[in-house]
């Protein structure tokens, strides 16, 4: 956007108190940081979660994604749009003919039903995700096996942080 004639000086910040009720910003600037292990979050055997944003009001969820084994990840049904960019490593679904490689963006529509699966010669994969609402885990006939959303990723975070003596409070730099 350029600068107006009337912004003389644009290195000058804000000079007015921010809304009383706004929530404070989420820094991350460690994100993809390896040496402190606390932040990833066991999801299963080989599958971890580093939260970003966990919004409860808006009901979804930023995380990196990393597996560390390749393999059949999970079917899912999304009800709500997912984005992904993947950071590391590849992964695609059985169900379509595309490959998620390093670089990739992905947008999964609303009601799309998948397969993740990181190929045999992938030691590691890091993904980022935006799940937007609820993410339903099924069976090839579409029958429900569980779910995951907003509220059940802080209860995961909850007890992991716990666990690794963070406390179950250290959730809460990541709820908006």
């Known amino acids: 956007m350029p600068l107006t004639e009337t912004d003389e000086n ?3 910040p804000y000079k007015h108190p921010m809304p009383q009720d706004a929530l404070p910003e989420i820094v991350v600037s460690d994100a993809l940081a390896e040496d402190d292990t606390r932040m990833w979050v066991q ?5 971890f979660f580093r939260p970003l944003c966990l919004n409860v009001s808006q009901g979804y969820w930023m995380n990196l994604l990393k597996v560390t084994k390749s393999g059949v990840l999970s079917r899912h049904r999304h009800a709500c749009p997912v984005h992904g960019f993947v950071i ?3 992964w695609h679904y ?3 003919d595309w490959f998620a490689e390093e670089g990739s963006y992905v947008f999964e529509p609303p009601g799309e039903t998948h397969t993740l699966v990181v190929p045999d010669d ?4 890091i993904t980022y995700f935006q799940v937007n609402g609820v993410m339903y885990y099924c069976d090839p006939d579409g029958n429900h096996l569980g779910y995951e959303d907003v509220f059940t990723k802080i209860d995961m975070c909850r007890a992991h942080f716990e666990k690794v003596g ?5 959730v809460k730099n990541f709820i908006r």
């Open 10 to 12: 644009p290195r000058v």
């Open 43 to 47: 999801q299963a055997e080989h599958v």
């Open 88 to 90: 590391k490593g590849r």
């Open 94 to 96: 059985l169900e379509h």
């Open 122 to 125: 992938v030691d590691e994969m």
């Open 166 to 170: 963070l406390g179950a409070d250290y």
